[in-house]
Every structure is written in C-alpha cells, then in structure tokens.
C-alpha cells in the first residue's frame, strides 16, 4: 500500500463518519466525550512557548476547525491555517470561520503552503483503520518529517500508547520509548514527550531549537 493509498483509506473513512455525525468531536473519529477533545487542544496549544509572542500555525487534519474554536475561547494570538483531506469538512469549517485559510489539500502534495512557526497534528496518527502496520509506520514517520519540514519553531502530534493493558484493533499504537527514539535519531534531539495526561495516548513535541521550561 503506497502513501497515496494510505491518505485515500483515511479520506474515505473519515468522511463517512462525518457525514454520520457531523460537527462533534465523534464526527472527527474521536469519541463523544468534549472534555477530552478540549485537553488534546490544550496540550497540541502546548508547543507554542510562552514568550512566543503572534505565531504562525498549521493544522494538519483540521477538521472542521475545532481547535481554532479553542484557540479563540483562550484568546491566544495565533495566526492559523487549517488543512484537511476531507472537503467536507472544509466545506463547513470554512463557513464557521471565513476570515480564516482553511485548505483542501494534501500536505505531501501541497505547493504553496509556505513555513510557520508550529505545525500541529491531532488524532491522525492515532488510527491504523484497516491499514497494515509496517505501512502505516512508513506513513507516519513521513508524515512527521513532512511537518517538520514546514515549522520554524516546533511540531507537535499525539499517538496511541502501547503502555494499556486493552487495544482496539483499528487504532495505531505505538511505544514511546521506540517513538521518542526514532525522532531524536531522525528528526530532532530537542523533543519532548508527554505520556502523564489521562488518555491512553502520548503528545510528543519537536523543536527546532533547544526547548525552554
């Protein structure tokens, strides 16, 4: 299964469950449960240092814009760009917030996207669907080196924890030792991981630079 197929089995996946349940955090494959979608924006909004002052950032898998929804309830002064696979969920996000750059688009296809400061990631890397495991691990690790490519500052993404004593068969788990590892050896030294929040799921972050706390 080649990269292509990988992103044309999440589309499709992705826009049937929106299309069933529509402008919820379960229409974007995440369960029903707000308070846990609010505290994954929260900690993806953690790779933004404190001292940053405006940033630029990119939202790979938007959705239909719902951490922007957050990012204007905490009044943070973030520049923000969304983008997603499925167009029916731009469709919608563009007319919940107009003012705002949201794409149809492929990141590993996308001409014109230009740098930003933080590129983030939420939820795309924690479903395998139906996908074989050794490609979505080729996915992901492209995915990740792709939205480094694009940041100036930092990434950040979330992934399924292997450290749960229950898997459902169609999420990507993944061990954070191993994950951790092969971001320091390939990607950054200047990483930093967060397994400590109550989901079964890790956030890793990636800086350009030296991490400040």
Request: a negative charge.
């Amino acid at each position: 299964m080649s990269r292509k197929s990988v992103t044309d089995r999440m589309r499709e996946h992705h826009t049937r469950v929106f299309e069933t349940h529509g402008l919820t955090p379960k229409g974007v494959d995440w369960g029903e449960r707000e308070g846990d979608a609010i505290l994954r924006y929260d900690n993806m909004l953690a790779v933004v240092r404190p001292d940053a002052g405006r940033v630029r950032l990119l939202d790979v898998g938007c959705g239909y814009g719902s951490l922007l929804d957050r990012i204007v309830v905490r009044g943070l002064d973030i520049e923000y760009v969304g983008i997603d696979i499925v167009n029916d969920m731009i469709v919608e996000a563009r007319k919940r917030h107009p003012s705002v750059r949201f794409e149809c688009v492929d990141i590993f296809e996308a001409e014109n996207l230009g740098t930003f400061d933080y590129v983030v990631c939420n939820g795309v890397l924690t479903q395998m669907l139906d996908i074989p495991i050794g490609e979505m691990d080729a996915f992901a690790r492209s995915l990740i080196r792709r939205m480094y490519e694009h940041c100036s500052e930092g990434v950040a993404f979330n992934m399924m924890s292997n450290r749960v004593n229950f898997m459902v068969g169609n999420l990507f788990y993944k061990s954070p030792a191993e994950v951790l590892n092969w971001c320091m050896t390939e990607v950054t030294p200047n990483i930093r991981l967060d397994h400590a929040y109550p989901l079964y799921e890790f956030m890793v972050y990636l800086y350009r630079k030296g991490v400040q706390r």
